[in-house]
C-alpha cells in the first residue's frame, strides 16, 4: 500500500505490519459507525465516510477542530475526484507539494493531509503517521475480504 504525506509530497510504501494494535478496536468501531475517539489521544476522534471501498476521514479535536484528513482509495470508482478533493486542502502556494501532484498509480493507496488546526495540538501529531496508516490497513482488509 502507499502512503502519500499531502504536505510534504513524499510517498512510500508500508505494509500491514505497520498497524498499530493499540489504535485497531476503535478502528473498527469507526468501520462501523462512522466515527469514535481515538484510544489514547483523550481529545481526538475521527469521522469516516464509506463509499464503494473508497473513504474519506478527518481527526478531530474536541469533536470539532479538524487536525488531519485521509483518504483511502483501494477502488478507482471516485478516485479523481477524492485525490482532487485531499489535494486542495493544502494550497498550492504554501511550498507543501508541487503544483501538480501526481495521483498514486497503485491501489490501495492512502495520502494525509495535515490542516492548520494542529498548530493548536500542544501535545504534537507524530502518532497521526501511525493511526492513519492503521485506518487504511484495516479499510484494505474490509475490501479484501
Known sequence: MLLYNVNTAECHAFSRQNASQKYITQVRTVLEKGEAPIPHHDDFSTRLHRRARNAVFTINRFNVTPIAAGAFVADEF?????????????????????????????????????????????????????????????MDECAVS
Open 78 to 138: 471516485d478516485e479523481p475526484q477524492i485525490w482532487s478533493g485531499i489535494i486542495k486542502l493544502v494550497p498550492p502556494g504554501s511550498g507543501f507539494h508541487r503544483l501538480d501532484p501526481l495521483m498514486p498509480e497503485v491501489r490501495p493507496w492512502l495520502a494525509v493531509a495535515l490542516l492548520p488546526g494542529h498548530i493548536f495540538v500542544r501535545e504534537g501529531v507524530e502518532w497521526l503517521s501511525e493511526y492513519c496508516m492503521t485506518v487504511a490497513c484495516a
